[in-house]
């Protein structure tokens, strides 16, 4: 590995299937917002298709780089993390939402 590349961090990950989410404009307004940084496959301002994946990293504080998509999606994929790395419930808060 040449000398320049340093690992930081070391990650686990899961691989979520959710086309529903692609059928909702809050969600393709959110993810064709040409000022996003969000990592995805996807054209923004084109139609959505089987390559249009979106990555997002979440840390155990229902943060994260895509923590401003529609608040409900980030809710569901905070609460499958949890549940898939945390062993339980989650507590179905957002820190700092009521």
């Not at 959110?30 to 054209?43: C, E, F, G, I």
């Not at 229902?62 to 507590?91: H, N, T, V």
């Amino acid at each position: 590995m040449p000398d320049e590349f340093e690992v930081t961090a070391r990650t686990v990950g899961l691989v979520v299937n959710a086309p529903d989410i692609f059928e909702r404009a809050d969600f393709m307004v959110w993810l064709n917002d040409q000022s996003s940084a969000t990592a995805t496959w996807h054209r923004r301002g084109k139609e959505p298709t089987e390559y249009s994946d979106v990555f997002v990293l979440i840390d155990s504080t229902y943060e994260g780089d895509s923590s401003d998509m529609p608040e409900d999606i980030w809710k569901s994929l905070c609460d499958l993390a949890y549940r898939e790395f945390c062993g339980g419930e989650p507590d179905n808060t957002i820190p700092g939402k009521a």
